[in-house]
């Protein structure tokens, strides 16, 4: 591939580093744990209530800390160490998990302690997200992002599609006990094989600024920014389109099937996840940027046809083309992180990731409401088409962004040009 990222880093390059070894195995413990346990939840919620709306506004409670703390939260990863900030919220998560494993608590505790769970969440990510550019410099950067992704996918994949064999064999209490060993390794990883580093510098000698300053720069930044505030728009399509995972459990059982069904069904869009995001690393940095919308657009469409109720092999088929489209999710991530300065990166990080899980979390939410006045079939269904219309308005808007800016740069360059009287390419930003 000339001129691309790939080219100039290959994966044993990547796979070179021991600290992206280190962040690469703990991603896969704590992914995996963490699809086990949306199985056992889902499973746990509607063995009580029977309800598919219920199912679904569990699912989608994961969501709402990102919503409420979100970018507050993620700016911890910029004003601590961000080793630390991991090790830290990997053992609070390991006891949270822990304590809802206890059978004996009400489902409103559960709830409770999921959303704290969910909460501890957004400094990690963030800390994590924040990391990775450092451990992986330059053109390594983009390859990692897309081995890391895919490795998050395919615990997925793992988490989901055992998930539902794992709970019947040692129910929903043993599969969120697993889950909390996961984020106990992972700390283990993350403090033998990560090395410590200082709190990033800012670009200013100001003295840092509270909590409410930070968030309040960090959407900022985004808004202010139209190549980012597009990246922005094009993740939160996912909200459409991730509607599978909270109505997998129902679904499965609307079309005749049990629990293991479930997990298999889940199991379908990271399956096919990994394969889009193995795909797109093959095609030119360009070429990526210019499928952003219409893969975008794919990853919803498929869902149109859940209307039709079809059985269990061509929904999963389905879900996974739509998994293998939402694969643009690689280079909207790694161009929004790279266009970021370090100091701000996990602020920035903070309000994409909450733009993103607001989405999913209504986008469930709503697929909930709509599946308890009809069906789960048709829910997806009607999600799948306002995602496609949604992803159309979105790749639009990103084509916009692109152009404006390439003009920008190429009216700069002109006028620089025309005034000094020297070729324009001696004088690029």
Excluded at 322 to 335: C, D, I, V
């Amino acid at each position: 591939m000339v001129g691309g990222v790939i080219e100039r880093a290959r994966w044993r390059d990547v796979f070179g580093h021991a600290e992206f070894r280190a962040l690469f195995l703990a991603g896969v413990l704590s992914v995996a744990g963490d699809q086990l346990a949306r199985v056992a939840l889902s499973v746990l919620v509607f063995d009580r209530t029977d309800s598919a709306g219920l199912t679904a506004l569990t699912y989608a409670l994961t969501y709402v800390p990102d919503l409420l703390f979100g970018p507050l939260l993620a700016g911890i990863a910029d004003r601590y160490p961000r080793r630390t900030v991991m090790i830290v919220t990997d053992l609070a998560r390991a006891v949270l998990v822990a304590a809802m494993a206890i059978q004996a608590l009400p489902l409103v505790v559960v709830v409770l302690l999921l959303v704290a769970l969910q909460a501890f969440g957004s400094p990690f990510n963030a800390a994590r997200a924040a990391t990775l550019p450092a451990v992986l410099p330059g053109d390594h950067y983009v390859l990692g992002k897309a081995a890391n992704d895919m490795v998050v996918q395919f615990s997925q994949v793992l988490g989901f599609g055992t998930g539902g064999l794992v709970v019947v064999a040692v129910g929903t209490s043993g599969g969120l006990l697993l889950d909390s060993a996961t984020f106990l390794l992972s700390a283990v990883l993350i403090a033998v094989g990560v090395r410590r580093r200082a709190v990033p510098a800012r670009d200013t000698d100001a003295p840092p600024t509270n909590y409410f300053k930070d968030l309040s720069a960090g959407v900022s930044l985004v808004a202010r920014t139209p190549k980012l505030r597009a990246l922005v728009v094009l993740a939160t399509i996912a909200g459409f389109y991730v509607t599978v995972e909270g109505l997998a459990v129902p679904y499965a059982h609307e079309i005749g099937q049990g629990t293991t069904a479930a997990g298999l069904l889940l199991a379908a869009s990271p399956a096919g996840a990994v394969a889009g995001m193995w795909l797109i690393t093959l095609w030119s940095p360009e070429r990526r940027m210019n499928l952003l919308g219409p893969l975008a657009m794919l990853a919803c469409a498929p869902l149109i046809v859940c209307f039709l109720a079809p059985g269990l092999a061509v929904t999963v088929v389905l879900w996974a083309v739509s998994g293998l489209a939402s694969a643009y999710h690689l280079p909207t991530s790694a161009a929004f992180v790279q266009a970021v300065p370090d100091a701000q990166r996990g602020q920035a990080f903070g309000v994409a990731s909450t733009a993103l899980k607001s989405s999913q979390g209504a986008g469930i939410l709503l697929a909930g409401l709509i599946a308890n006045e009809s069906s789960p079939s048709v829910a997806l269904g009607v999600m799948g088409g306002l995602g496609t219309i949604a992803a159309l308005a979105a790749g639009a808007a990103w084509t916009h962004a692109r152009r404006s800016r390439a003009g920008t740069a190429e009216n700069g360059a002109g006028r620089v040009a025309g005034d000094s009287g020297e070729n324009a390419s001696g004088h690029a930003p």
